[in-house]
């Protein structure tokens, strides 16, 4: 059993009601489970596949799920950077290693059920990239027709390439992320499609297993998550998971929720920083990044009290941090994260050096997205492959060997 409560007032929705924002305040809305009727036996989490459905009891969707086995997702050891940044215990949760390659998957097989559920026929979002592209997938797997808005010129090759070959209905808009969200909102509004947007409760639904994940993965709570944030949805769907955990006694404490955004895009970051109760909106967000390019992040009010409550904190990285740290843990970890992956990263080296993270801490980074996902980055990047004649001498001198 659930329903939508407004986490400002308090207001309350049944669960099949199709609504976004409270229709009294226009404050989030999240997902709530009466706790105390649910059963949760850790035994029979155990007994199933590390995946998203393993905590199904405390997920929205009541028949069977459309899914293409997401989750279950590695969580690496930076054994090599952790050396370098003093810090032993350091984790990457790889979500580039779900089905369309970022996290998005996770609030996806949910969110898409719901749809279904809901006797939804098309569905939509706005998006920086890896949104669109699990949304395309898994109304694909669905049958659903999608539409998607993106910010033309502004989303790496791959993630576009995904979106179509999928089959949404794919259009550009001449704006930015935040443009294009509103549109979508007023589309979804008017004409009846089903937003799945992170501003959608039951998406965040989905992406909160990869806290529960990361506590079977650990045996325990790491002491922080360390997060890229973007609309704001992930960290704050994290933290609501962990708060459930812990009302049911099966976390003993909550870690530091931590938000790294880049520095020509963060709203959040100048709110913690500056103690302020809102985000102030950012009118033209930049960075190489494009997937956390946002300007005016949605999910921003929950994201606030995620990361005060939990004494985290928020921190910008710049772009060339961003990108040394994605060749870093390409080439040291081999592990292959987009750009905005490797901020979270970049963050905690960061924050070290300036000695607000303790080097004794238990940390986890979240890596949202496969490195295939922004290929022109990549190579934009990197010395381009030596080109020589097809014999064996050119490849020797070639190879100066
Ligand atoms: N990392 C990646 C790779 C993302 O694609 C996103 C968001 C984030 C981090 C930030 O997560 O928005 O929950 O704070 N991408 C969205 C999209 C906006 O449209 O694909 P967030």
Redesign the pocket.
């Known amino acids: 059993m659930h329903r939508l409560v407004c986490v400002n007032c308090g207001q309350s929705y049944p669960s099949q009601e199709i609504v976004y924002q409270c229709r009294r305040c226009q404050h989030l809305l999240a997902v709530e489970y009466s706790l105390d009727e649910i059963q949760i036996e850790t035994d029979l989490w155990n007994s199933r596949p590390l995946s998203v459905w393993r905590y199904r009891e405390l997920l929205p969707v009541k028949g069977e799920p459309v899914t293409l086995r997401e989750g279950g997702t590695p969580l690496y050891h930076l054994s090599r950077l952790g050396k370098e940044m003093g810090i032993r215990s350091l984790y990457a949760k790889h979500e580039g290693m779900n089905p369309s390659g ?1 996290f ?1 998957d996770r609030g996806m097989t949910v969110g898409v059920s719901m749809a279904l559920e809901l006797g939804k026929r098309t569905v939509a979002c706005a ?6 592209a699990s949304l395309a997938v898994y109304a694909a797997k669905a049958g659903l027709h999608a539409v998607v808005l993106l910010p033309a010129g502004k989303v790496a090759l791959g993630k576009v390439a995904q979106a179509l070959i999928h089959g949404a209905e794919a259009i550009a808009i001449r704006g930015n ?1 935040d443009e294009a969200l509103e549109m979508v909102q007023e589309l979804c509004r008017s004409h009846g499609l089903y937003l799945l947007n ?1 501003i959608n409760p039951y998406r965040l639904e989905g992406q909160k297993t990869i806290g529960f994940e990361v506590i079977d993965q650990l045996k325990g709570a790491p002491d922080r998550f360390v997060l ?8 704050s769907a994290i933290f609501k998971g962990l708060m459930e955990l812990k009302a049911l006694d099966l976390v003993d404490r909550i870690p530091m929720m931590t938000g790294i955004q880049a520095k020509g895009s963060q709203p959040v970051v100048r709110a913690i920083k500056g103690g302020m109760d809102t985000v102030v909106p950012e009118q033209k967000p930049e960075t190489v990044a494009t ?2 390019r ?1 300007g005016a ?1 949605v999910n921003a009010e929950k994201a606030l009290v995620a990361i005060r409550s939990t004494g985290g904190t928020a921190e910008a990285v710049t772009d060339a941090e961003i990108l040394a740290m994605q060749r870093e843990l390409a080439r040291k970890e081999g592990i292959g994260v ?1 750009p ?2 490797a901020a979270s990263v970049a963050g905690v080296k960061k924050l070290v050096e300036n000695g607000v993270i303790d080097r004794d801490e238990c940390i986890v980074c979240v890596v ?2 496969h490195l295939l996902k922004d290929p022109e980055t990549v190579i934009g990047q990197c010395k381009p492959p030596t080109e020589i004649d097809a014999d064996i001498s050119s490849l020797v001198s070639a190879l100066r060997l």
Not at 127 to 132: A, E, P, R, V, Y
Not at 228 to 235: C, D, E, Q, R
Request: proline residues 7%.
């Open positions: 970022s998005k998006s920086t990239g890896n949104t669109s992320f992170s890229p944030v973007g609309n704001a949805g992930n960290i997937a956390i946002i992040p987009e905005a992956s949202t997205g």
